[in-house]
């Protein structure tokens, strides 16, 4: 089975998902992250119909693929493969990067087979640029970060609008939202694609972490770095 996050970024307070994985029999109710509700399931291969109950009213997702019935509703649809499924457990991404790149919305181009092991993998709500794929809209199938594709990732963490991931060099590497500086980058406003945490280099870094709008992290000598909201 592939995990695969379902999100609604249309409004409403009580959201729920339904769908043919579910033989349309119950609904599984969305968590707010950010201005986005999302839900991750697990999905046999195939194609699979699905739409939400806002607020107490049937509706689907215009901004997805969709399907109509023959009753002529529409649902929102999604295919997984076999393949997929496969490459997800064995750790391979030949059918996941174009997905970060051109399925959602990103930059990326065709799969690459020499990608290392340990690669970064991100899905869900894109606001800010928090997946790291060079955009900011949402995936819902686990897809490559591909900006940092040469790198071994030894660790992520993630706050309300921003991510870090920590290399096997001791690197750290921020994007996302930078409103209160939580990317430790000159720059304000948002970042959409991993930016190496400079004002660290030269003391590897072991550990890191994330508050909703703030960063830390502990070097190997047990040095304590914060950034971002005080």
């Given at each position: 089975m592939l995990p695969v996050v379902l999100s609604w970024g249309h409004g409403g307070l009580d959201v729920s998902v339904t769908g043919s994985f579910h033989d349309w029999e119950?609904?599984?109710?969305?968590?707010?992250?950010?201005?986005?509700?999302?839900?991750?399931?697990?999905?046999?291969?195939?194609t699979h119909e699905y739409r939400f109950l806002v607020d107490g009213e049937w509706k689907h997702d215009p901004t997805k693929p969709t399907v109509t019935t023959s009753t002529g509703d529409v649902h929102n649809v999604i295919e997984v493969t076999q393949k997929m499924i496969d490459d997800w457990n064995n750790g391979r991404v030949l059918d996941l990067r174009p997905?970060?790149?051109?399925?959602?919305?990103?930059?990326g181009e065709d799969a690459d087979p020499s990608i290392p092991p340990r690669s970064l993998f991100a899905c869900g709500g894109g606001e800010y640029g928090r997946l790291g794929g060079g955009t900011d809209k949402s995936c819902p199938i686990p897809a490559l970060v591909q900006y940092l594709e040469?790198?071994?990732?030894?660790?992520?963490?993630?706050g309300g609008s921003h991510s870090l991931?920590?290399?096997?060099?001791?690197?750290?590497?921020?994007?996302?939202?930078?409103?209160?500086g939580q990317l430790s980058n000159p720059e304000s406003g948002n970042h959409m694609r991993p930016w190496l945490v400079e004002d660290?280099?030269?003391?590897?870094?072991?550990?890191?972490?994330?508050?909703?709008?703030?960063?830390?992290?502990?070097t190997g000598r047990g040095e304590l770095f914060v950034w971002g909201w005080d």
């Open positions: 119950r609904t599984v109710p969305l968590r707010r992250i950010g201005p986005e509700q999302s839900v991750m399931v697990y999905l046999e291969p195939g997905r970060i790149g051109k399925g959602c919305g990103g930059e040469r790198h071994i990732v030894k660790a992520v963490a993630t991931a920590l290399t096997d060099k001791g690197e750290v590497y921020a994007w996302g939202s930078n409103s209160y660290l280099l030269g003391r590897p870094v072991v550990q890191i972490d994330c508050g909703f709008h703030s960063s830390a992290a502990v």
